[in-house]
């Protein structure tokens, strides 16, 4: 028996556009947050950490941890406030330590 | 040209929107400034656009409510906008905003720091694998995309956060593996008398637990997750019983999940008002280190008021009252006569923060908790130091946050500390046997929020910035 509705099948969102992650096609919500298109189709790891390459992703999903810090247009910015929009070009912080 | 307004609010929370609705309302120009696209704070953020409809929920018609009146207001909202610096000018209060990549300055006469909380975590070991987020984090993904941080999620932590988080998880239809809270269900029962002026709080959570409960969903009531395993992605935790004092006790065991929850309360964000001059006081109750403050906001800085849970954690309704008295105190500094209102408003205040408090009381983490960070638990993310590191680094001398930070880089990452320093100062007052409030947090350096290179290098154009509108008259 559940108390709290399951409400997911109510959920309408926008259109799904394509942009990519290392190269690698990933379909996200156009106006939706990077962070939240990336863990959807899987992508956790963003980065590693520079002092041990031990991988990270998305923790604070408000702007302060840094941790889904990601590159688009040679710039490295904050998944989690970065939005998804068709042919975006994102790289992810792995491997480069 | 210099943007000007009589009184700057940092942070559009239901503390710094009410606050600049307030001054407004006595006929000051108000420039209100949020990092989200739209007011809210972290309790009604607004969803993003890429929800097109949902059905409705008390925090998004709190927030939308909210979104309304300013909106409709004369206060000028600047979203998108993260103030980075703030210095003294000329008798006036100037910040530095990063807006749309480029920084641009503003001076306002009188200044409200509404920057609300963040959210501590206990270090365990694996913490920082990707598959594992804040509790207050993982609220943010499902008030503004509506969206999981994974399939089979294992939520943990203090306070009511642990029931809303795994409400949430089930209401976007998302399987919840397990509840795991240092709580006890005696330490829920002793605060029902505190709750009964909420019943529609209390309703909603003994349902949101019900329904756990109903549908075969374990909760573990005094135990707490002991490590994160996985590698490069979540696979399970191991969870283990917790003492009286959370301190970790009986053998560990596992649960398999592909994300995890992982919150222990929150901690007022201080580090504003300690760039505006404001000292700290430790108040332990209120979530660790606090602004001074008199009831009403105000500081000891002429011109500079405080709100919300950055001025202790009572929670958004009391941060509502709050915002309204600080509002009106920094209209009082400009010449307004508020005294009567904010008569009225101190007892309605009082009220909501009892209740504040009292589930603020649930969320602090006992002493015994610290133990579940091992030696070889990472605590400083952002430079992948160890708790064993750190502890060389006290034991050879270094007895302040300062000390720590400067020796070791511990806090000097691109998270500014904000995940580390709580951590290291227990660990710091532990190992010298002082109390916690002899060890204060580190001296807060700009920029509050990293800002590229280039920004600081490249100049900005002043038509990319709002105009405050003219205060009605």
């Known amino acids: 028996m559940r108390l709290v509705p399951d409400h997911s099948g109510r959920i309408r969102r926008s259109a799904l556009v394509e942009f990519t992650f290392d190269d690698a096609p990933v379909k996200g919500h156009a106006g939706e947050s990077l962070a939240v298109a990336l863990i959807r189709a899987g992508h956790l790891h963003l980065r590693d950490a520079p002092e041990d390459g031990a991988p990270r992703g998305a923790f604070c999903c408000m702007g302060l941890c840094q941790e889904c810090v990601i590159g688009i247009d040679g710039l490295a910015v904050e998944s989690c406030r970065e939005i998804v929009a068709p042919g975006l070009v994102v790289t992810s912080f792995r491997g480069r330590a | ?473």
Not at chain 2, 299 to 308: E, L
Not at chain 2, 309 to 332: F, P, V
Not at chain 2, 401 to 421: D, E, H, I, P, Y
């Open chain 2, 1 to 473: 040209m210099m943007l000007q307004t009589d009184i700057a609010v940092i942070g559009a929370g239901p503390a710094g929107a009410n606050a600049a609705l307030a001054a407004a309302r006595q006929g000051f120009s108000v420039m209100l400034l949020d990092e989200q696209p739209l007011p809210g704070g972290q309790v009604w953020r607004a969803k993003s656009t890429a929800i097109l409809d949902a059905p409705a929920t008390p925090e998004g018609d709190a927030g939308d409510r909210l979104r309304q009146s300013v909106k409709r207001s004369s206060v000028t909202y600047a979203g998108d906008a993260r103030v980075w610096q703030i210095e003294p000018v000329e008798g006036a209060w100037q910040l530095h905003m990063l807006k749309g990549g480029r920084t641009a300055p503003l001076r306002a006469r009188a200044l409200v720091i509404a920057t609300g909380a963040r959210e501590f975590v206990q270090p365990v070991p694996g913490w920082t694998t990707p598959g594992v987020l804040g509790l207050a984090g993982a609220t943010a993904l499902f008030k503004q995309e509506l969206a999981l941080p994974g399939k089979r999620i294992i939520v943990s932590g203090t306070g009511p956060l642990v029931f809303y988080v795994a409400a949430e998880i089930r209401r976007l239809g998302g399987e919840v593996a397990a509840v795991v809270t240092p709580n006890s269900q005696g330490d829920w029962l002793r605060v029902l008398p505190a709750m009964l002026p909420r019943p529609d709080l209390l309703m909603r959570g003994a349902r949101w637990i019900a329904d756990l409960m109903a549908s075969g969903v374990p909760i573990h009531w005094r135990h707490a997750v002991t490590r994160v395993e996985g590698g490069s992605r979540v696979r399970g935790v191991g969870f283990r019983k917790l003492a009286p004092d959370w301190s970790p006790i009986g053998t560990s065991q596992g649960l398999e999940g592909d994300s995890l929850c992982l919150g222990n309360g929150l901690i007022p964000a201080v580090e504003a008002a300690q760039l505006a001059g404001v000292a700290l006081a430790y108040h332990p109750e209120l979530g660790g280190w606090v602004p001074r403050h008199d009831e009403d906001g105000a500081t000891d800085v002429p011109g500079v008021f405080i709100c919300g849970d950055s001025a202790g954690i009572r929670g958004a309704a009391a941060a509502e009252i709050h915002g309204r008295l600080a509002g009106l105190c920094a209209a009082q500094h400009l010449g307004a006569d508020t005294r009567k209102e904010r008569k009225q408003l101190r007892p309605i205040h009082a009220r909501a923060a009892r209740f504040g408090t009292t589930m603020t009381a649930l969320s602090i983490p006992r002493a015994g908790l610290a133990q579940l960070t091992t030696e070889e638990t990472v605590i400083c993310r952002c430079e992948s130091l160890t708790r064993s590191a750190i502890a060389a680094e006290i034991a050879g001398g270094a007895r302040s946050s300062n000390a720590v930070k400067s020796g070791l880089r511990a806090g000097m990452g691109a998270c500014g500390g904000k995940f580390c320093q709580t951590t290291v100062a227990r660990m710091i007052a532990a190992a010298d046997g002082r109390a916690e409030a002899d060890v204060p947090p580190p001296t807060p350096r700009p920029p509050l929020r990293p800002v590229p290179v280039s920004v600081l290098a490249g100049d900005f154009e002043y038509s990319d910035l709002p105009i405050p509108k003219p205060a009605p008259l």
